[in-house]
């Protein structure tokens, strides 16, 4: 089984940084792209970004193109996701996604691991 813990939420102000990161652990496990994915009260998940394994193919949800970027260090089983110029409404619980095995890269439910989430807040 694998573990996926995400870290690096929290509250801040419109138009400041924060780096979520996701670390796995447990057996190791091929090499999966690597997702974040969020949902915002009262609202429906959203897909975030997508890395392949080697990070050389990435996708972006288009509302945080240009201000998010998704990274990953393979040594350290460790996806990143660092968001820049954060607006309100980004404000969600982030989720990291790990093994595509169904599906499109921004469909939920084809990705076999899932984190707890981490609590972003952007306050305006």
């Known amino acids: 089984q694998v573990q996926l813990v995400e870290s690096g939420g929290g509250t801040v102000q419109a138009g400041d940084s924060l780096r979520l990161s996701c670390s796995a652990s447990?057996?190791?496990?091929?090499?999966?792209?690597m997702a974040w994915f969020r949902q915002a009260p009262g609202k429906e998940g959203e897909f975030v970004a997508v890395s392949s394994w080697a990070g050389d193919t990435t996708y972006y949800t288009e509302s945080v193109k240009g201000r998010f970027t998704i990274s990953r260090d393979n040594a350290k089983n460790t996806v990143y996701l660092q968001m820049n110029s954060l607006k309100p409404e980004d404000t969600a619980v982030y989720y990291c996604a790990a093994e595509l095995r169904s599906g499109n890269y921004y469909n939920a439910p084809g990705y076999h691991y899932w984190g707890q989430g981490t609590q972003v807040t952007v306050s305006s």
């Open positions: 447990g057996r190791t496990f091929g090499r999966p792209s």
